[in-house]
């Protein structure tokens, strides 16, 4: 009898965590293999009752068929989620990538109903993808406020740099979002907006009292909490004037005496992910599980080790850690959200439903994707013509293994190229570019003479840190100008580097500056600086890198 108790015990408990796999079918396809399940670990786990599984990768097609074999191998209702803060397209081939949340943030600047009528939009838009994939949970919207400009992590995924904006564009979101019948989730509570540390490398330390917390941190996830959204996420950062001693995501102090008891919020909590070394460098995968559990979060996003938490969590509840009536409140939690997208099954859709979801993306999604990049980059002058036999497309960019947005074929190595600008990579798998003279840092030997046309790739990324702080674009725009060798200069990502740049920069030279990475913001804003009335056809051209 004990051991069937204990067997039910393990069912309920399994039902607390969300696996990562990939939106491929194969293993052998799997992006992240570190974290992403191989496919008998994870039928295995559904099969004893795993609550959810987060998808990366693969195309909205492959994503619709994956969601289907997920349930089936679950056999019961489970949650099917995604971390597409920037619509369907910047995880999965096929859907809608749109421009960070933060463009959106600075057409509110200028006008603040179009604004919000536009992050309305893109909340409809990603869940409507979403929704047609077979994903009935949307890890968004991010309701940190990036009041620190060198924060590696948030940056671009905030919905802007004050508690006002952020709490208006999230709300109207989160309205969209909901409008679809997909589950949302506002993260990173209490707020990850003023680090300078990446929490997937290490724990950051916010020191603020609680009055400025209230008056910030607290005001957009206030704001949301009132308007209905559905789930929160908790950050891995300390805040010392809150709990001392733990990180937010395993302290009972943030997330059920603040967030449960004083600010009222009854949804489901979802922890960060558990792998995450703002984690995994301090407590051990059972450990971890534990403590989130018993601080009060209802889902575990990506333990470690799942059979782990889930025997660790098991021996808490029956030794009496943790009491019973704990996983009680969480699985009606649980089962109150899965009720709300009880009608989400894929299979309930209508035929006309199940044939438009071949073409994930409609023309309105289009529209939005488009309108959101133009009425947010900024262009300054055309870059003249190039000689492909002395002048130089450099491109900066985070990485190349893998890179959604640049190949052989982009706009940003194919447009320059037509224009007569030889292309470059540099990338930190390369040669170092860079002299220790920070007045002539660009080793220019290694390049053909004449001019250079620069596109800095730079956001904040997880798992990136500060890496292109180290970077001395500052000193080589000066190098350049005073060469009289600098063609043009466009920043794809960061609106902090743009304005840092910006300050040294002559103003006669051709610039650019979008918010947007995908290929439609290079498109849009290299049609403009070049003067191409029409994108001409791409064509592949030789990229040389600077790799050993």
Not at 401 to 424: D, H, K, Q, W
Not at 502 to 515: F, G, H, Q, R
Request: hydrophobic letters at 40%; one cysteine or more.
């Amino acid at each position: 009898m004990i051991a069937l108790k204990e067997s039910d015990l393990r069912k309920d408990v399994a039902k607390l965590l969300i696996v990562r796999a990939s939106g491929h079918a194969l293993d052998s396809q799997r992006q992240y293999p570190k974290w992403e399940l191989k496919n008998c670990d994870l039928k295995r786990l559904l099969k004893e009752g795993i609550g959810g599984v987060i998808l990366f990768g693969g195309t909205t097609i492959e994503l619709e068929q994956r969601t289907k074999t997920l349930r089936a191998w679950a056999e019961k209702p489970l949650f099917l989620c995604a971390d597409v803060e920037e619509g369907l397209g910047q995880r999965f081939q096929g859907g809608t990538w749109l421009a960070p949340p933060l463009a959106v943030a600075q057409i509110h600047r200028k006008d603040p109903e179009k604004a919000i009528a536009l992050a309305e939009k893109y909340g409809n838009c990603i869940g409507s993808q979403a929704r047609l994939c077979g994903l009935n949970w949307v890890l968004a919207p991010v309701c940190d406020v990036n009041i620190n400009p060198k924060n590696p992590v948030i940056n671009l995924r905030a919905w802007g740099e004050d508690p006002l904006t952020v709490s208006e564009l999230t709300c109207a979101f989160n309205k969209g979002l909901s409008a679809q019948g997909v589950l949302t989730c506002a993260k990173h509570f209490p707020g990850h907006g003023d680090t300078s540390v990446d929490s997937h490398l290490e724990l950051p330390t916010i020191n603020h009292d609680l009055q400025r917390l209230e008056e910030v941190e607290f005001v957009p996830f206030k704001a949301i909490i009132a308007s209905g959204v559905d789930t929160v996420m908790s950050a891995h950062v300390l805040f010392p004037n809150i709990d001392p001693n733990q990180p937010a995501s395993l302290s009972s102090k943030t997330i059920t005496k603040l967030l449960r008891d004083e600010i009222g919020f009854d949804g489901l909590l979802v922890t960060d992910a558990l792998v995450m070394e703002a984690i995994h460098n301090f407590y051990n995968d059972a450990d971890a599980a534990v403590m989130a559990f018993a601080a009060g979060a209802d889902l575990l996003m990506m333990p470690a080790d799942p059979d782990e938490a889930i025997d660790a969590i098991c021996k808490a509840l029956l030794m009496g850690r943790i009491p019973m009536q704990r996983l009680q409140e969480t699985l009606h939690r649980r089962k109150k959200a899965l009720a709300k997208v009880e009608g989400l099954n894929p299979s309930l859709f209508s035929q006309e439903e199940k044939m438009d979801s071949l073409l994930i993306e409609c023309r309105q999604d289009r529209v939005l994707a488009e309108d959101l990049i133009r009425n947010s980059m900024e262009i300054h002058h055309h870059v003249p013509p190039g000689d492909l036999s002395s002048d130089n497309n450099l491109v900066r960019v985070d990485g190349v293994l893998p890179c959604p947005f640049l190949n052989n074929l982009s706009p940003a190595v194919c447009l320059p190229e037509e224009a007569g600008y030889r292309t470059t990579l540099c990338h930190e798998m390369g040669i170092p570019l860079w002299r220790d003279d920070l007045y002539e840092p660009l080793v220019l030997d290694r390049f053909q003479g004449g001019a250079f046309f620069l596109q800095l790739f730079v956001r904040g990324n997880p798992f990136r840190g500060s890496l292109f702080e180290k970077e001395p674009w500052l000193a080589t725009i000066r190098q350049l100008q005073g060469l009289k060798r600098l063609a043009g200069l466009v920043v794809y990502g960061s609106p902090y580097l743009w304005n840092e740049l910006n300050e040294v920069l002559d103003s006669t030279i051709p610039s650019a500056y979008s918010p947007g990475q995908m290929h439609e913001a290079q498109i849009q804003v290299l049609s403009s600086l070049f003067h191409f009335y029409e994108a001409p056809d791409f064509k592949a051209h030789t990229i040389h890198q600077f790799t050993d």
